[in-house]
Structures are given as C-alpha cells and as structure tokens.
C-alpha cells in the first residue's frame, strides 16, 4: 500500500466501492471460532487449487470438519502470538491472511490463501497490503518476510507482484509445518520506508496479539468499521 497522502486517499476510494466483478468491497475482520463452517465449506471448494498455493492444501480433501475446526484453533492460538483475519465480500468469507513473528521477534511473516471460487481476482494482492499495512503501520516490524515451498512456482507470482524482493539466501531448508518433512522454501522479504512514522503498538510483538485491540485499517481512514 501507497502511505503517501495520495495513496491514502485512493485506498479511501477502493474501500467506499465494490470489489472488481463483485458487488460489494472486500473488508477484513478478526478471526473468531464461529467462522469455522464458512471456512469448511470454502476449503471443500478449493480442493482442486489450494494444494498449488499452500502447503496444507494438498491435504484438505481429506479434511472432516474437525479438521477445520482444530485448523482455526491454530490460528487464534495466545500462544502463537498470530494475528489472522477473514476476508469477506459482503458476508462471505473469500479467504483468510496472517501475520506471525519468526524465531526473532523483529522479523515477521505473513501468509495467506484464497479460496478458488475468488482466485485471480486481485483478492490475495489485496490481503498482502491489508497485512503489510499491520505490519509496518500498526506494529512497526522493519521488514516482512513472505515464504513458498520452492516446489510453489504458483506462488512466485504474488510477491514479485506486492514489491517483494529475493531475501539473501533466498533458499532455505525448513520444515513444512503439516507433515514434517525437511524441504526447500523461497523467502521473500520487504523493508519497511524508514519514513514512516513509529508503529502504534511498538514493542507489542512481546505481547500476544489477541490482548492488543487496535483501530481497523477502515476506522484509521475514516470509513465504516469492518463488521464484528
């Protein structure tokens, strides 16, 4: 996101319109348990696709509700120190982003997915900056990192895209968080304009994110709040 006051007041104008081909704008709020069916049902359609993007995609065929149900438990964790949100358009939830501190407290990732009735409309661009604008405005973090499994050439696109650089090394062996085994992940990174003004929670990345409340990316531009 453009943080010129410009680029702000563009994105007050995307914010007052519906969303490309869509009769209403794409909004965010906080994940909360009662999302778990919406989310069920949106994973069950995206079969065929989320496996390309993510690395727990692959798996979600095989998924009972149960499975939802412990995968959004993950994402509101306090322990994880996560910060994850919903994306909807008008009611429905399209997709969902989060942003989560690396072994350093100072570096940060964010990750995210879009179900594939949504894909390819501009949707997982969008949540980048919704999670850039956490990142670097409300918390202060210096840099963003974003990773892929190398095997992901799907995702190449998205950070090249968002204005993401190759970090240095930009291959690294780790772990794939849902089965365990050692593979190699792309790193992304994106440096946060020393211009801008200090984070509004600076040092809360000590903190759980879910005991921080903050204004909402709409609020702080003026706009209706999202819905809770």
């Known amino acids: 996101m453009d943080f010129s006051p410009q680029g702000i007041e563009e994105e ?9 081909g869509f009769d209403a704008p794409l909004i965010f709020r906080r994940l909360r348990v009662q999302d778990t069916i919406q989310i069920w049902g949106l994973l069950k359609d995206s079969t065929e696709t989320l496996g390309l993007f993510t690395p727990f995609g692959k798996y979600v065929k095989g998924w009972g509700f149960r499975h939802v149900q412990q995968f959004v438990k993950d994402h509101m964790e306090v322990e994880e120190r996560r910060e994850s949100f919903v994306f909807l358009i008008g009611k429905k939830i399209v997709g969902m982003g989060s ?23 501009g949707i997982g661009a969008r949540i980048i900056a919704t ?5 670097f405005e ?14 992901n050439e799907a995702s190449m696109n998205l950070p090249i895209k968002c204005k993401f650089e190759p970090n240095d090394p930009f291959i690294q062996f780790d772990y794939n968080y849902t089965n365990g085994e050692l593979v190699p992940w792309c790193i992304w990174i994106k440096w946060r304009n020393p211009n801008l003004e ?11 994110f879910t005991q921080v409340r903050h204004q909402t990316r709409r609020s702080a531009l003026g706009l209706p709040l999202d819905p809770i």
């Open 131 to 135: 999670l850039e604008w956490y990142a």
């Open 99 to 121: 942003i989560a501190p690396l072994e350093n407290d100072w570096d940060v990732q964010v990750a995210l997915w879009v179900g594939q009735p949504y894909q390819g409309k």
């Open 12 to 20: 007050r104008e995307r914010l007052s319109f519906p969303h490309q």
């Open 198 to 208: 200090p984070g509004i929670f600076q040092g809360a990345p000590l903190e759980p």
């Open 138 to 151: 409300v918390w202060g973090f210096p840099r963003l990192y974003y990773y892929h499994e190398l095997t």
